[in-house]
């Protein structure tokens, strides 16, 4: 065997070598981190090139300059090889976030769609409730039953209310659900609002014996959906008067921050069970499997987190003390 045939095995030995040590690198890389190993893998091809290269020109008994310039050869090709690795492994995280996000829409699609079909079963079996009522009082008069149409009337009118409720919880939360429905801003004073909110609901209050207070910073103004964010005070007030026992209070507050306003209402609910917390603000979510027949359509909250969303805000809830804070927060300036 020649000796030019023997520096070219030696060499090739040489560069497999090294490109076994770094393959194994990179696989041990990808398993930490797979655009890291994206971009040393066209090195190492480099690196084994050019371990192969000097190698065999030793072996060769090149010149010093010979071997300079094949180092400064090899070492010209490593920003193009750094620069190839930093393109796939660019590609390889794009390909993967995109993987994930669709992986949570379809997740999130799957979660609106099982919510979906609960909220249709459930307003359904609602619905019938008050019709129910409607109809036998209607019968009950018609067939002389119910002499008494005074009462009878007010039956035929709490139903009435009960089923007007629903159906305007459903068409504010699809509006706010809506991408191609952009809610109208005006400039209030939110103190205001609040308070005329929460004196709105003080025979609800009397009528379960909860004491309603509050308080609220003056000269806090914003631009938002007033009407939406009614609706949303209203619901987080009635859901802690509905939920306090007689004898407690459901105190009612708003606060400037930092670019933004806090409505909080702390009520005597008793707490909310840890692993219900991160489900309250979800469509349907009424606390327990068992759906009380004047519990409504369990879209009150579900308008809240709506309300919040539109206006790039947030809705929270947590334990405190003998019940629950629900806070509201709303930047002073939400245009869409």
Known sequence: MSISTDALLFSAGAAAATGIV???????????RVAAAAI??????????????????????????????????????VPAALAAGIVIAARIQSAARAAERAAAAAETERRV?????????????????PLAGIRATAEGIHDGVLPDTTAAAATIQRNAQRMSDMVDD???????????????????DVGDLV?????????????GGVTLAGRAET???????APELRRAVANLVANGIRHSPPGTTVETTVELRDGAFRIAVADACGGIASDDLPHVFETGWRGS??????????????????????????ATVRNAFAGCVFELELPLRSDP
Do not use: F, K, Y
Request: hydrophobic residues 55%; aromatic residues 0%.
């Open 113 to 129: 769609e099982g919510q979906r079909r609960d909220l249709v079963a459930w307003i359904s079996h609602d619905l019938r409730t």
């Open 22 to 32: 770094g393959a194994a690198l990179v696989l041990a890389l990808a398993r930490v």
């Open 289 to 314: 499997a068992a759906r009380p027949t004047d519990a409504g359509a369990g879209l009150g909250l579900a308008i809240v987190r709506g309300v919040a969303d539109a206006h790039a805000g947030s």
């Open 219 to 225: 000269g806090v103004r914003a631009r938002v959906a």
């Open 170 to 188: 459903l068409l504010t939360l699809s509006r706010l659900q809506a991408p191609s429905v952009a809610l109208e801003r005006t400039d209030i």
């Open 40 to 77: 040393v893998a066209p090195l190492v091809v480099v690196l084994s090139i050019a371990v192969g290269v000097v190698v065999g020109a030793a072996s060769m008994l090149l010149t010093a300059g010979d071997m300079t310039g094949l180092l400064l050869v090899l070492l010209a090709s």
């Open 195 to 207: 308070s005329d909110t929460v004196a709105s609901l003080r025979p609800l209050a009397d009528a």
